[in-house]
């Protein structure tokens, strides 16, 4: 089992990006998807976690301005980022955990790869 990301890229401050996240071996309804982002030099964060009891924000610094939002069919999570600053510069990676969501990244176990995304001012 395993997670995929994609979706990332450079863009203008300003700007929009949406992140995807495919499960592959399994569907995600029955876990937590947490996007975690990591700048260089700084520790993984949580960002925004959806479970089956809904999303939860772990960054104060992305509120209203980044959603997340699932499509069952397509077994997709999405991390929609809008307003984009340069201090959102990162390597996003989503993560899953059974049933619930965890600010702690030391509690999911299974990861993506991570898509960077740099935001220019």
């Known amino acids: 089992v395993q997670l995929v990301e994609s979706g990332g890229g450079a863009v203008q401050a300003g700007g929009s990006l949406r992140l995807s996240c495919a499960p592959s071996g399994f569907t995600f309804d029955a876990y937590g998807i947490n996007w975690f982002r990591q700048a260089p030099g700084k520790e993984r964060e949580g960002v925004l976690c959806i479970s089956r009891y809904g999303s939860t924000y772990y960054a104060d610094s992305v509120k209203g301005r980044f959603t997340i939002s699932s499509d069952n069919a397509k077994n997709m999570v999405y991390l929609q980022m809008n307003s984009l600053k340069p201090e959102d510069t990162a390597v996003y990676y989503c993560?899953?955990?059974?049933?619930?969501?965890?600010?702690?990244?030391?509690?999911?176990?299974?990861w993506g790869q991570g898509t960077q995304v740099t935001v220019s001012s």
């Open positions: 993560a899953a955990i059974l049933h619930r969501c965890s600010r702690s990244a030391n509690e999911y176990y299974i």
